[in-house]
């Protein structure tokens, strides 16, 4: 297109006058094309020499040589507000953005009142708007090098993400400029660039969802300026000034108060809970009408799952940290005492163990007759169910703490050093993948894909049969949580706070939803809703297509484990000591 | 029991026959109705590819790029592919050389990041970044290149990278990527970047006010223009039996996908099936340059 130059005006030899210099080039192959742009170019200049209004620069010169034409306009000391947003790294204040707004809508009326005919902006968007050292708007690139490409038989190639509906046809309105406006709020407001997305999709990004401290007003005059047809917008820039001045005397008198969310958080009561004599960090099984808790008091609990009634507990050497796994009226579970426990869940009795070198903190997977599991001696084991004999034992090199997924062919599963493998049912590896730092999120497969996050902050989408990356995630900071997958949503907790939504097909995100604290537990998804404990203590129920909070639940201490939903109650533990029975 | 005696003995009495010939199944379908699973192993794709100015335009300003390698040992196979179709406009000269310059760029970079995890015999180590990532860096640079070496022209370009069963899909622009499976279903699955589709989705037309619009064939989306953009990336499992079809919309805007369809299951060879499909096309008036890339999972 072009540069702009910082020049020296040398009619006034003795001072410094800096002026800006905009050349434009005019390089289309057809001269046809070439002599028009030079005729508009001049006709829009002329147009332009006669404004008046400070968010306007002066025009102070026109030329053209050869095939570049030249503006020579007042230079403005500042920056744009596309530059302002990448530096801010985030949404823009609301009040800074309402008193932009105003004076945008301001300039903008100025120049739909121009007589003999109303002057269209047609090109409204950040990069056009800069803030000079008074922090005042002046609106720069009154489109006077703007093109439209076509290439052969109408083949056009489009224009930005700002522009209304109606622009692309050619029609230029008053209601455009409100369009484009209204597109550049939402830009400032949500930190999303319309260019990016598909065209006029600003009604699946809602400003509030994006950024929950923008005043409702203020969004519902947003979204009356994008509305798609142009009746249904503002009549006039003036309509829409009028709109935000109003809303900036309602969230000024608002002052700073929080728009609090309706508190659900008592609202929502348990069915029954039961109180354990230390944390439960792992997570609860249900199978048959009774409820199955590990507890860091070393004991096995198994309730009524109706009431919570206590029915037996089992008592081992070790807190027990892994979900227990019901098998063929057999539970199997793993203690920090080294063991792993098989025990009849009609008596309650020791059916019979098996000794590893380290506490076992993972929970255990059964397949192809054999319970498989991970110690924090660095082994994954393969032990026969019928026999209670090892069958094999692969040496890792570091604890291992995820759950091994098991598919027709293969395990999965990840360690405390970093390391991904994939081994097959004689304990040979397939293949190896190395992060930089933990893995104790447990993985799934699915659709050929592996998903898994790692304490480096990435989680992670791969080939199930080679390895290789196919996507990846990067969060805030890194997560022990597993992830949940439901079609093609993905969800898993993060230490940055965060429940994230990611597409399975390419990482894309979906949403994000900030709690109180770490998210280290495990969410689960059914009936499209999302539940996660985080270590604010709070189950959250989100609505799986945009994160949505549904209600919440605040238990007194942190809850690390992974629930579960049976009959749609919903069952988990909390470091209170609490087992928590819920209605879905 | 009586019946199955006079079957066996009986008289051969002449029954009212109703005469009605249906259409026969073609390869494909016969052998998907009569389960007769056909296993190929080591698992492979066969390519072919079809290309044609067309009957309305003087230049063709389409380019194709395949590269298909296998490595089998038995105990790991790696089947690797790059398929890209890339669908220039701008006139001038400026369309062929945007679509040449841009599935070159985007080709070599693919290759040159795999290509020393699946030759070097030494080590196979996986390349650092994700499959996605590699995509997406190659298309930047196919866009940077178009911006450099055909200022003012443009392009679409989709691209699929098959790894063993699953494919890496990017996507800009008109062109478009199918699934296509023997049972019939014929599966776009790649999103149209185009205003029309755009207001297809939105409600505000018709398919059928679609095919007549002023502004059918303008992109909001495309290789080649300053504003940003990023192209759509996913990740799927290769229809296996069926086939791949990537091609421009000088295909796909031009005949039905029936008819496709049809040709694709009247011939076993790739090859001979994208060069009816070609013919196919420049019979219906060939408005505009076809491209395609068929590929045929076994």
């Not at chain 1, 968010?55 to 007042?74: G, H, K, M, N, T």
């Not at chain 1, 400032?188 to 923008?214: G, H, M, Q, Y």
């Not at chain 1, 196919?470 to 597993?482: A, L």
Request: glycine share 8%; proline share 5%.
């Amino acid at each position: 297109m072009g540069s702009v130059y910082r020049a020296r005006d040398l009619h006034f030899p003795n001072v410094t006058k800096l002026v800006a210099v905009k050349e434009m080039m005019n390089n289309s192959p057809d001269p046809l094309v070439r002599k028009t742009i030079i005729q508009n170019f001049e006709r829009e200049a002329n147009i332009l020499v006669t404004l008046n209004h400070i968010a306007i620069p002066q025009i102070f010169d026109f030329f053209s040589i050869d095939e570049r034409s030249y503006l020579v306009l007042e230079y403005i000391h500042g920056k744009d507000l596309e530059a302002l947003l990448v530096e801010n790294n985030g949404p823009m204040p609301e009040d800074n953005v309402l008193s932009w707004a105003i004076e945008l809508c301001d300039v903008l009326e100025y120049l739909h009142s121009h007589q003999p005919e109303p002057i269209i902006f047609r090109d409204m968007k950040p990069s056009n708007v800069m803030i000079n050292q008074q922090g005042k708007v002046v609106l720069v690139d009154f489109g006077i090098a703007k093109n439209f490409r076509t290439g052969q038989k109408g083949t056009m190639i489009g224009t930005e993400g700002y522009s209304p509906p109606e622009q692309y046809r050619g029609e230029a309105t008053p209601a455009a400029d409100v369009y484009a406006l209204g597109a550049t709020l939402h830009h400032l407001l949500t930190n999303r660039d319309p260019r990016i997305e598909a065209p006029f999709s600003f009604s699946e990004r809602k400003i509030r969802l994006l950024n929950p401290r923008v005043s409702l007003e203020l969004e519902l005059c947003i979204d009356t300026a994008l509305q798609y047809n142009p009746e249904d917008r503002f009549k006039t820039i003036a309509d829409m000034k009028a709109a935000l001045l109003s809303t900036a005397k309602k969230t000024g008198a608002l002052s700073r108060m929080p728009l609090t969310r309706n508190n659900e958080i008592q609202s929502v009561k348990p069915l029954w809970t039961f109180k354990c004599e230390d944390e439960i960090r792992g997570s609860v099984t249900h199978e048959n009408g009774k409820i199955f808790s590990g507890c860091y008091d070393n004991n096995l609990y198994v309730l009524d799952a109706a009431d919570g009634s206590f029915l037996w507990k089992f008592a081992t050497f070790g807190g027990i940290v892994g979900k227990p796994v019901i098998f063929e009226n057999n539970v199997f579970l793993g203690s920090e005492d080294k063991k792993l426990y098989c025990l009849s869940t009609r008596t309650g009795k020791e059916s019979w163990t098996f000794q590893a070198d380290a506490p076992i903190r993972s929970t255990v997977k059964i397949a192809e007759g054999h319970v498989f599991f991970g110690s924090d001696d660095g082994f994954l084991y393969a032990v026969n169910i019928l026999s209670n004999r090892l069958t094999w034992r692969i040496d890792s090199g570091a604890a291992i703490r995820t759950t091994p997924f098991i598919t027709k062919d293969n395990i999965y599963f990840g360690n405390e050093y970093g390391d991904f493998f994939c081994l097959d049912f004689s304990g040979h590896v397939k293949w190896r993948f190395k992060t930089k730092k933990a893995i104790t999120s447990s993985p799934i497969v699915e659709n050929g894909i592996v998903f898994f996050a790692s304490v480096d902050s990435n989680f992670y989408a791969l080939d199930a049969k080679s390895g290789w990356v196919v996507w990846r995630f990067r969060m805030e900071k890194g997560s022990v949580s597993s992830p949940a997958k439901s079609d093609n949503y993905v969800v898993f907790g993060s230490a940055d706070n965060h429940i994230y939504c990611l597409d399975a097909g390419n990482g894309k995100e979906f949403w994000r939803y900030k709690t109180d604290h770490q998210v280290s537990g495990s969410p689960i998804i059914h009936n499209n809703f999302v539940y996660c404990g985080s270590a604010d203590g709070t189950l959250y129920c989100l609505e799986l297509k945009n994160g949505h909070e549904r209600w919440k639940f605040k238990t007194n201490d942190v809850i690390t484990g992974t629930p579960t939903i049976a009959n749609e109650i919903l069952y988990f533990g909390s470091s209170d000591h609490l087992i928590y029975a819920l209605y879905a | 029991m009586v019946d199955f005696l006079k079957k066996i003995f009986g008289n051969k009495k002449k029954s009212a026959d109703i005469n009605i010939e249906t259409a026969p199944l073609t390869e494909d379908q016969l052998r998907y109705v009569t389960k007769e699973e056909l296993v190929v192993t080591p698992s492979q794709l066969l390519v072919g590819i079809g290309q044609s100015v067309g009957r309305q335009r003087e230049i063709n300003e389409d380019s194709i790029f395949y590269f298909n390698s296998v490595y089998a040992n038995s105990a790991n196979d790696v089947s690797f592919g790059v398929f890209i179709v890339a669908d220039g406009m701008g006139g001038h000269e400026f369309g062929e050389v945007a679509s040449q310059v841009a599935s070159k760029t985007l080709g070599e970079y693919i290759i040159q990041k795999f290509y020393s995890p699946l030759f070097n015999p030494n080590s196979s180590i996986p390349p650092q970044e994700s499959i996605q990532e590699i995509i997406e860096k190659g298309i930047k640079l196919a866009q940077n290149a178009v911006i450099l070496k055909a200022p003012g022209g443009g392009t679409t370009i989709t691209v699929g990278l098959i790894l063993g069963d699953q494919i890496t899909i990017g996507h800009v622009g008109d062109s478009r990527l199918y699934f296509v499976y023997p049972d019939g279903r014929f599966e776009a699955k790649t999103n149209d970047h185009t205003f029309v589709r755009r207001l297809i989705d939105l409600g505000q037309i018709t398919e059928a006010e679609a095919k007549d619009h002023p502004n059918k064939n303008v992109l909001y989306r495309a290789l080649g223009q300053s504003e940003p953009f990023r192209p759509d990336l996913t990740n799927l499992t290769i229809p296996k039996p069926g086939y791949i079809m990537l091609c421009s919309d000088g295909l796909w805007g031009v005949v039905g996908e029936d008819e496709l369809f049809r040709l694709i299951t009247s011939a076993e060879n790739p090859s001979i099936i994208c060069s009816k499909m070609v013919d196919a096309a420049n019979k219906a008036g060939g408005p505009d340059n076809i491209s395609v890339i068929l590929i045929k999972t076994i």
